[in-house]
C-alpha cells in the first residue's frame, strides 16, 4: 500500500513567518505533487517535481517555493506566510510520466494564517 | 484552455437511491479521466480511471463512470448508494503536454440521507 504522509495535520501560523509543509512518500515514486485546496475551487496545482532537485511551477506558485533533496521527500515552503495563503494543502506522489498515473494523495496539511 | 466542470455543487440523495454525477471536459486529445474520492478529514483516493478501451469503466466501491467523447462527459454512478458514501467526489482529467498535468473540477459533495 502507497503511503503518503504529511508532517502536520493542523498548523497555525502568523502573517511574515516562513513555513514548510513536507511531505513524504515510501513507494520509491518518481513524481511528487503539492496542492492547494479552496471550497468551490478544487484542486489547484502549485508545483510539482518528476525528480530530485527537480521542480516545475504549476498554476500557482506565486508565494511558494519548493526542494526536493531526496526522492521521497518533498518540501512546500511559503517564504513569508499572508492570509490569503491560509488553505488546505495537499501533497500527492505517482509512479511515472505516462498519462495514466493515479496519484496517491496525503492526509492534507490545514493551514491558518494569522 | 483545458478545464473540468462539474455543475452540482452539492446533491443530496435518500440511502438506497441511485447516484449519478457529472464531469463535463474541455481538451483536444483524447484525455485521460479520472474520478476520485474524499472522505471527510482525509486525502483524495482514486475510484475509477479511464485512459482508453471499453468506454465503461468499473471502479472500487461499485461505482462505475461512462465515457461519452461526443459529450464530452465522463459521469459517475452507482445504482444503490450507502450511508458511508457521503464525501465530496473530484472529476480530472490527466494531460500529456510533455510532462504529465492533472486538472481537477471543483468538486461535487454528496449527502446521503436515511
Known amino acids: 500500500d502507497v503511503k503518503v504522509t504529511q508532517s502536520s495535520r493542523y498548523l497555525v501560523k502568523r502573517t511574515g513567518e516562513k513555513v514548510f509543509l513536507e511531505c513524504v512518500q515510501d513507494m520509491d515514486h518518481e513524481n511528487m505533487f503539492w496542492y492547494r485546496q479552496d471550497p468551490g475551487l478544487g484542486l489547484r496545482l502549485i508545483y510539482f517535481?518528476?525528480?530530485?532537485?527537480?521542480?516545475e511551477k504549476g498554476d500557482i506558485p506565486e508565494g511558494y517555493s519548493v526542494s526536493r533533496e531526496k526522492k521521497e521527500r518533498f518540501s512546500l515552503i511559503l517564504e513569508s506566510a499572508s492570509t490569503n495563503q491560509t488553505s488546505m494543502y495537499l501533497c500527492?506522489?505517482?509512479?511515472?510520466?505516462?498519462?495514466?498515473?493515479?496519484?496517491?494523495f496525503g492526509p492534507g496539511t490545514r493551514l491558518t494564517v494569522l | 484552455a483545458q478545464s473540468v466542470t462539474q455543475p452540482d455543487i452539492h446533491i443530496t440523495v435518500s440511502e438506497g437511491a441511485s447516484l449519478e454525477l457529472r464531469c463535463n471536459y474541455s481538451?483536444?486529445?483524447?484525455?485521460?479521466l479520472f474520478w476520485y474520492v474524499q472522505s471527510p478529514g482525509q486525502g483524495l483516493q482514486l475510484l475509477l480511471k479511464?485512459?482508453?478501451?471499453?468506454?465503461l469503466v468499473q471502479g472500487i466501491k461499485g461505482f462505475e463512470a461512462e465515457f461519452k467523447r461526443s459529450q464530452s462527459s465522463f459521469n459517475l454512478r452507482k445504482p444503490s448508494v450507502h450511508w458511508s458514501d457521503a464525501a465530496e467526489y473530484f472529476c480530472?482529467?490527466?494531460?500529456?503536454?510533455?510532462?504529465?498535468?492533472?486538472?481537477f473540477g471543483a468538486g461535487t459533495r454528496l449527502f446521503v440521507k436515511a
Open positions: 500527492a506522489s505517482s509512479s511515472d510520466r505516462r498519462g495514466t498515473d493515479t496519484q496517491y
Open positions: 517535481s518528476y525528480d530530485v532537485k527537480m521542480k
Open positions: 479511464y485512459f482508453s478501451g471499453d468506454t
Open positions: 480530472a482529467v490527466g494531460l500529456n503536454t510533455g510532462g504529465f498535468k492533472t486538472i
Open positions: 481538451y483536444g486529445a483524447t484525455p485521460y
